[in-house]
Every structure is written in structure tokens, then in C-alpha cells.
């Protein structure tokens, strides 16, 4: 069932919990995540990142996620997850999205705010719900698509003010904005954490008591089931979820690569069968831990 972001929010707020919010760069990715969605009856959040356009292109993405969205009884959000552009967002949207995501969270505060207030604008239109990002997710990663190769920890500044998100800055953002859903920065990081995260989850009640309204965590990666958790009850309401469930394809994979070498006859619609089917798995533990079953 196709719905906007505004719509699984909604769930999220009501039942105090997170939804996953997965990206999709392949057909497999996709099936493995509402195959996830299905089994445990959650909604999701199925997204496409323009980084991953080396291996699917944003056109044949929306396809495959539309097509997915619109087969299954889950209720399922198709959006752009750190879309570059008033370009690129109305682009999302002539393809079908119903949720874009603009991140200009890189530029100076006042143009983040005009940014995302004219995609919120030209979005609201059409009935699309619009996510923006106010302070800084770092990156953490070893050869991933996601972002520099570097990791970067609250020791790093002087003032982690300056990178994490402030409640009077988020308290204005969403009154200049009027956006559906903020990603707050609070120590989370994106890839292959080598590191372990330094969190300030109190942060998150902070910024909820001063504007109250769905949040979004990007960057997962390192975090236990007890902070995840944590940030899911101090008002997280959408968790971006990714490496680790690709991790986790390569992995069946690689387990079986033996058994592969072996066989003379290796049909190679097995091979995206063995990752696909340990992606669900995966998606299926975080789906628990994001609505508090596990």
C-alpha cells in the first residue's frame, strides 16, 4: 500500500516507536525488505539514495519501489533519502515518490531554511512529504558509497554544538520550513562504524521539548539494541537503516563461496537468492528493534 512519509509517521507517533527506512539499489534489496515489511506486518520506508546511482539509476529505482509499494498490504513510503537539489526533489516527484528528502544541511543556515521551505512549498502541493536534515551526521566507512572514507567523534570540535543539532535551531527550522520530518544530528554515523559512536541521546528529549515533531536518525551503524531503543522513546521516529543489511547479503554469500568453487554447475540466480534471503533476515531483526519487539 502506497502512502507518504506524513502517513507512517503518524503510526510511528502513535505507537511511539521507529520506522525503517531502507535503501534500495537493487531489485533484491527491495524484495528482501517487504518481504521483511510482510512478516512482521510493519510498515517501511523504501528509499533511494542518489549515491547509489552507479549501480541503479533514480528512474529504474522508483520502478522497482513503486512496483513493490503498490503490491504489498504494509503500508509502504517510496522516498528520496538525501536528495541534493530543488531539482532533484521535483525530479523524485515526477517519478512517484510520495516523500523527498532535501539536504542542504552542508550549507549556511539561512540557505538551508530557503531551501528546504521552497521544496516544502512546490512538495505540500502535491501532497509529498518533505524531510531536511539540520546539523551534521558523520561518516564512518571503509570502501562504502555512503561517504568519505573518515570518522569523526565529539573530540573532534570544540563545541559539538557546532555539529549537533541545537533545540532552538530545530524549534526554528521547522517554523520557517513547515517540514514533515527533521534528521537531527546527536553522535550517530553512516558506513562501517570503526569507532565506536559517542552519543548524546539526551539531546533528543531536548530538541523534542522544544518542537515537538517526528525525527529522523540517520546513520545507525555501531549502535545496541538498548540505544536504538533509547533514541526511539526521546522521540526518534524514522531510523535510516543500510550497510549492515548489505553487509549481511555479502556475507551469505561469501559463506557459501566454497560450496560455489565446488559445483560445476553454479547458476547464478541462486547466488542473488542467498543475499536476498539473509537481507530479510537481517531487516527483520531491525523492523524488532525499531518497534520494540525484540
Known amino acids: 500500500m502506497l502512502v507518504s512519509l506524513h502517513d507512517v509517521m503518524k503510526i510511528a507517533e502513535r505507537d511511539k516507536i521507529a520506522i525503517g527506512a531502507f535503501n534500495v539499489p537493487n531489485w533484491e534489496s527491495a524484495a528482501a525488505i517487504i518481504g521483511a515489511a510482510e512478516e512482521t506486518d510493519m510498515p517501511v520506508v523504501l528509499q533511494y539514495a542518489p549515491v547509489h546511482a552507479q549501480f541503479l539509476s533514480m528512474e529504474d529505482a522508483a520502478e522497482i519501489m513503486l512496483y513493490f509499494a503498490k503490491k504489498t498490504k504494509v503500508p509502504v513510503c517510496v522516498h528520496l533519502d538525501h536528495g541534493d537539489s530543488f531539482e ?98 546527536f553522535g550517530t554515523s553512516h558506513g562501517i562504524y570503526v569507532a565506536k559512536p ?52 555479502g556475507k551469505a554469500v561469501k559463506a557459501q563461496t566454497d560450496r560455489i568453487k565446488a559445483d560445476d554447475h553454479v547458476f547464478f540466480h541462486d547466488i542473488p537468492g542467498i543475499a536476498t534471503q539473509a537481507m530479510k533476515e537481517d531487516v527483520k531483526q531491525a523492523i524488532r528493534i525499531f518497534n520494540n519487539t525484540l
Open 198 to 249: 559517542v552519543l548524546d541521546l539526551d539531546r533528543i528529549t531536548a530538541i523534542k521539548k522544544a518542537v515537538d515533531m517526528p525525527f529522523v536518525m540517520h546513520g545507525g551503524s555501531g549502535l545496541s539494541k538498548e540505544e536504538f531503543q533509547t533514541a526511539i522513546r526521546n522521540g526518534i521516529r524514522k531510523i535510516n537503516y543500510y550497510t549492515y543489511m548489505t553487509m549481511s547479503g
Open 88 to 185: 532533484r526533489c521535483m525530479q523524485a516527484i515526477r517519478l512517484g515518490f510520495t516523500s523527498v528528502m532535501i539536504d542542504a544541511s552542508a550549507r549556511p543556515y539561512e540557505e538551508n531554511v530557503a531551501t528546504t521551505a521552497e521544496v516544502v512549498r512546490a512538495s505540500h502541493a502535491v501532497g509529498v512529504s518533505v524531510e531536511a536534515e539540520v546539523g551534521h551526521i558523520f561518516t564512518s566507512v571503509t570502501g562504502s558509497v555512503e561517504g568519505p572514507a573518515k570518522i569523526e567523534t565529539k573530540d573532534s570540535f570544540a563545541d559539538v554544538d557546532d555539529v549537533y543539532t541545537r533545540p532552538e535551531t530545530a524549534k526554528d527550522f521547522k517554523e520557517k520550513t513547515n517540514v514533515d520530518a527533521l534528521a537531527i544530528a
